[in-house]
């Protein structure tokens, strides 16, 4: 059975050798395609490895990384030449020696996807850096599958990045890749319920570099999973929610400390509309920001569309609190509460609008090997 085996790469130049060689050690696969998004020598060392490995390999580097490490897969999927593609990490973490097991189990024919899970029989996730990673390992993968309990009910383990995949199972234009987690996306973004059989895996530990885990990776993943299961809008939600309590707690603080209320939110409001700009860029939009005007310009516009909302907001605050009686902070609620849905209207149809067609696209370039038969796609 022919295999593509896809890996993203963001500063992995330490491990490509070692990877590469283990790969041909194991002899399974028909090419071996890297999507690389590093800023350091690991197109160099893909390169390198490139000219010794019997593996046919190439290399994709995007121009304009779209997507993260969800991005990447998808990339290497579509530039696959086999139906089956085999995506894992770069780290060997994900342990080459596995892939004759997944194998197997997709030659059987029962499956659309094969998954190395952490959580199933005999795997184990020992390979995560300490306790507290694995307890968060853990959780999310509890909550994530909760979350889904029909399209994950023969998965254990959602989050893992170790698994073999038959292209002509997806329809690929459904997949919408954000942040680390593609599996879930896969699962969870199709129309039917995919196939998935399991293979138990030990998750090993990183040969060389760093991990690419962090606060900003975990914020980002709760985003793509409410996403997944509610839609952009709950993201836009959440960093309005966070907003709203700021803009509560500044409010309370300002008017405890004896000032008007009505400047206590006027100075709340500014502050707010400039976080929650910086947060949506980030979390709720930034698979889009590529499509659409400078951030300046989107900052400018979003700026000015808060502040009229804000106009608009402070006589029917002055209402709730002079008129009705309502206290300060509750009418504060009150009035965020009705603004967020014109917010999120103007964000995702006017700042943010639909990209254009050719959006996200990323542009690859390919040179030959003068010594080799085999390709490597280069910038």
Known sequence: MPISIVIPTFNEAGNVAELVGRLNAVG???EILFVDDSTDDTPAAITAAARTSDIPLRLLQRETPVGGLSGA?????????NDWVLVMDADLQHPPEMIPVLAETAGRGAADVVVASRYCEDGDAGGLSN????AVSSLSTVLTRSMFPSKLRDCTDPMTGFFLVRK???VIEDLQPRGFKILLEILARQPRRLTVLEEPFVFGERFAGQSKASLSQGVRFMSQLLSLRFGRMSAFAVIGLIGALCNIAIVALITWAGFDYLAAAIIAAEVTIVGNF?????FVFRDLTRSRPGTWSRFWKSFAFNNAETALRLPLLFLLVDLWTIAAVPATGITLIIAFLARFVFHSRVIYGPPASSAGTPSIRAIEESDSDRAVDAP
Do not use: D, F, K, N
């Not at 306790?131 to 694995?134: F, H, L, S």
């Open 28 to 30: 399974i696969g028909s």
């Open 73 to 81: 897969v998808l990339m290497g999927m579509t530039e696959a030449t």
């Open 131 to 134: 306790a507290a990673r694995r």
């Open 168 to 170: 002509s199972a997806l």
């Open 278 to 282: 910086l947060l949506l860029e980030r």
